[in-house]
């Protein structure tokens, strides 16, 4: 499965990188990106990089959901409080990064879907862009603050790099001599 994805995902790439309508420079963003002027081009990121995995989440999220209010239902005698509470903790969590992944790509979509019709005006086109990057700045964000694990081992880096700087500064330092006279 590994090898199938990282293979999928190469084809996918280089045959933008070989499309002669594949990178174009655009005026609005200044950069030389996948247009979004080019229907075919654009739809197919879209659809491979943002709805294709949006609704691969949503189907494992809904999976898990099932599972998770499923066993509840089988064994309510036994389920405590503490695991409804983790369990709406879960609930939380997953929609926020759902909801985080949809604002951050619906907007380009509807970029797309505008621009097959009429040209996409440039305050729509600017803010899709700066909302994609700021989704996955926020997105990295949500990750780290609400997943307790991320956090421990950030921490214990962070400390591990703090202490060996502390060491080579302590053994650096220039001894100091004192002369009793």
Same mark, same amino acid.
């Given at each position: 499965?590994i090898?199938?994805?990282?293979?999928?995902?190469i084809?996918i790439?280089?045959?933008?990188?070989i499309?002669?309508?594949?990178?174009?420079y655009?005026?609005?963003?200044?950069?030389?990106?996948?247009?979004?002027?080019?229907?075919?081009?654009?739809?197919?990121?879209?659809?491979?990089?943002? #709805?294709?995995?949006v609704?691969?989440?949503? #189907?494992?999220?809904?999976?898990?959901?099932?599972?998770?209010?499923?066993?509840?239902?089988v064994?309510?005698?036994?389920?405590?409080?503490?695991?409804?509470?983790?369990?709406?903790?879960?609930?939380?969590?997953?929609?926020?990064?759902?909801?985080?992944?949809?604002?951050?790509?619906?907007?380009?979509?509807?970029?797309?879907?505008?621009n097959k019709?009429?040209?996409?005006?440039?305050p729509?086109?600017s803010?899709?862009?700066?909302?994609?990057?700021?989704?996955?700045?926020?997105?990295?964000?949500?990750?780290?603050?609400?997943?307790?694990?991320?956090?421990?081992?950030?921490?214990?880096?962070?400390?591990?790099?703090?202490?060996?700087?502390?060491q080579?500064?302590?053994?650096t330092?220039?001894?100091?001599?004192?002369?009793?006279?």
């Amino acid at each position: 499965m590994i090898i199938f994805n990282w293979t999928f995902g190469i084809i996918i790439a280089c045959s933008f990188l070989i499309s002669p309508i594949g990178f174009q420079y655009e005026s609005e963003s200044h950069l030389c990106v996948l247009t979004s002027k080019v229907f075919h081009t654009s739809f197919t990121l879209m659809v491979v990089a943002f #709805v294709i995995p949006v609704n691969i989440i949503i #189907v494992l999220y809904a999976l898990i959901l099932k599972h998770t209010t499923h066993t509840n239902r089988v064994q309510p005698s036994t389920i405590t409080r503490k695991n409804n509470k983790r369990n709406l903790k879960v609930y939380r969590n997953i929609l926020m990064l759902l909801g985080i992944v949809l604002i951050g790509g619906t907007p380009y979509l509807l970029c797309i879907l505008i621009n097959k019709f009429s040209a996409t005006p440039w305050p729509l086109y600017s803010i899709s862009i700066l909302l994609i990057m700021l989704s996955a700045a926020v997105e990295s964000i949500t990750i780290f603050l609400t997943n307790r694990d991320v956090k421990k081992i950030f921490y214990a880096k962070l400390s591990i790099y703090q202490t060996e700087e502390m060491q080579t500064f302590t053994t650096t330092q220039i001894p100091t001599i004192t002369i009793n006279a």
